[in-house]
Structure formats: C-alpha cells, structure tokens
C-alpha cells in the first residue's frame, strides 16, 4: 500500500513539473510591478478622482501587457508621502518638477502639456498682485523660480514680487484657495477645470503634467520592452496617452529653474543732472499695466510691465 502511495506520489510531481515546464515561461514574465502614482498638476479635483483613474489606468495597463506583467497601483496624494515612498516603487507616474527634483531615467510623458498659468480672483493684471500671497501646487524646492521663467516670463522673480507663496497639496487646493480669498491668485496648468470662473492674467511655458520614471532598473528591465509597448497603447484620460522619451516640456523645464533675468540685471542710471537709478526694462506680457518703480523705501530692481505692442 505504502509503495503505491508512493508511486502515485511521484507521477503526481512528474505530471505537475511538467505542466510547470509548459507554463515556466509565461510565468516567470508575469512579475507584478507596482506604480507610483504623484500628479499634484494633473486635472484632478478629488484624491477619489485621482485614485480611480490610477486604478482603473493599471488595469488598462495590464491588460494590453497581454500577461507579460500585472501592474498594481500606488496613489500618493501630497508630496511628503511621495517622498517617503516612492522608492518603494518600481515605477512613478509624477509631476515634472518632482522628477527633476528626485532624478532618474524618465522613459516616456503625457501628450497633455498645458501651458502655466496665473490665476486670481480680483485682480486682472499681474501689477495688481506685488505684495499679494499666492499660492501653487507643492512639487519640488525650485517651483517658484520655474514660474518665474515661465508664466512670469524671466522678468519678476517670484520670492521677491509677493509676500509669500504657499505650496498646496495640488493645483485643485491652491485654485479653490483663490476662489474662497485665503490667497490672491494661484499657479496652475491652463485650463485646470478647477479654475473656471477665475481670471487668467499671465500664461507661458509649458508643464510636463506627468512622466514616468524608473525607480527599480533591476525589476523594469526584464520586462521593459513590453512595458514601453503596453504603456504607448494605454489610453491615459486627462492625460491624454504617454509616449517614449522624456518630452520637450520636461527637457525645458531643466532650463527654467534658473534666477529670473531681473535678479542678475543691474539697475542703471539716468536723467542727466537729477541722475537716479531706474529698474531694468521688463519684457512680461500681461493684461494690465504697472505703474514705475517706487523708489522710496522699495528695491531699485522692482520691475515694472510692459503691455502688447508697447515699445
């Protein structure tokens, strides 16, 4: 009894090893990998919004990888978590800045690229907000001075023309702070369906909404080139879809994190006899005018703004 026990036993793993040796291969490329996902700019309005187009783009995602991998979701809805967690991941879904600011191989970006904006609630030009508090979206230590070589256009710097900029959890916090008066105006991607109803007063650049970012080389790469192919053919909602590369919008971004012009051009002298320092002239496009410097008690290098077609 005991020796056909036996044998029974040992064609059960010979029957099971082989059907293991069939199916080894597909097995062994199904590794799940686990996503990121941190899209402060993103044109969500809740954190339930946002975590169920992260479930349901992972879905999708593992479905066109046709079994060569399965993808689990991971939804951090402040940039601390992000922080603290993302190299728990192998794989992040992130706001431009944040990337730049963490580093990394970025392997592909949205197609969604909206230009920054500024928006306020009683103001129309952006003379009308020196002094204010505005408010943006909270991604990486060098967002304001990407908003000054962007929307601000290189001519203000950011730190020095309003009283303070506080960084909000994402752009749909910092544009209903504009709407309920904590804050004057705010940063964001135009178009942010949260911010219908507010006033654009300066537009520019371009923001890398999202881009996605190897954290474990060591598990993408066994299954990189079906996770590009699947990836490519995912559609992605609000974000549009994701192509290979990092993307001109996040390639520029590099170069906008510099000191705004004013701050390096030095304020020159003129008037003859009743000689007197005058702020560098200014290049920002907006909707309004701002009177000429103060010079009583203010920084000599307090830009002024020139309106379309003056010289």
């Known amino acids: 009894m005991i020796q056909k026990v036996r044998r029974l036993l040992a064609a059960w793993t010979l029957g099971a090893a082989f059907i293991a040796t069939l199916a080894g291969p597909s097995a062994a490329r199904a590794e799940e990998l686990t996503v990121g996902v941190f899209l402060p700019q993103a044109s969500f309005a809740t954190n339930a919004e946002r975590s169920a187009w992260a479930e349901r783009f992972a879905a999708d995602l593992a479905a066109a990888a046709k079994g060569a991998f399965?993808?689990?979701a991971?939804?951090?809805?402040?940039?601390?978590?992000?922080?603290?967690?993302?190299?728990?991941?192998?794989?992040?879904?992130t706001d431009g800045l944040?990337?730049?600011?963490?580093g990394g191989e970025a392997i592909a970006h949205a197609t969604v690229g909206p230009q920054v904006g500024l928006y306020a609630a009683d103001a129309k030009r952006v003379g009308e907000l020196a002094g204010k508090v505005v408010a943006c979206a909270e991604c990486g230590p060098s967002e304001a001075l990407f908003y000054g070589n962007t929307v601000l256009g290189g001519e203000l710097a950011p730190a020095g023309f309003f009283s303070e900029i506080k960084s909000l959890k994402d752009s749909s916090a910092a544009l209903a702070a504009v709407?309920?008066?904590q804050v004057a105006a705010a940063f964001a991607p135009v178009g942010h369906p949260a911010a219908a109803g507010l006033e654009l007063v300066a537009q520019g650049g371009e923001y890398p909404v999202a881009i996605v970012v190897v954290v474990q080389k060591a598990r993408l790469d066994p299954v990189r080139a079906a996770?590009?192919?699947?990836?490519?053919g995912t559609p992605a909602g609000p974000l549009g879809s994701f192509v290979e590369g990092a993307g001109d919008a996040y390639a520029r971004a590099r170069g906008a994190r510099g000191q705004p012009r004013v701050l390096t051009a030095p304020a020159f002298v003129t008037g003859g006899a009743?000689?007197?320092?005058v702020a560098p002239p200014i290049r920002l496009t907006t909707r309004g005018k701002v009177g000429p410097a103060q010079l009583g008690g203010t920084p000599l290098a307090r830009p002024t703004l020139t309106e379309p077609g003056e010289p």
Do not use: H, N
């Open 74 to 93: 991971q939804v951090f809805a402040r940039r601390e978590d992000a922080v603290a967690f993302a190299g728990r991941v192998d794989l992040l879904v």
């Open 179 to 181: 709407k309920s008066r």
């Open 274 to 277: 009743e000689m007197k320092p």
């Open 70 to 72: 399965t993808i689990r």
């Open 98 to 102: 944040f990337a730049l600011e963490r």
């Open 227 to 232: 996770f590009l192919q699947a990836l490519v």
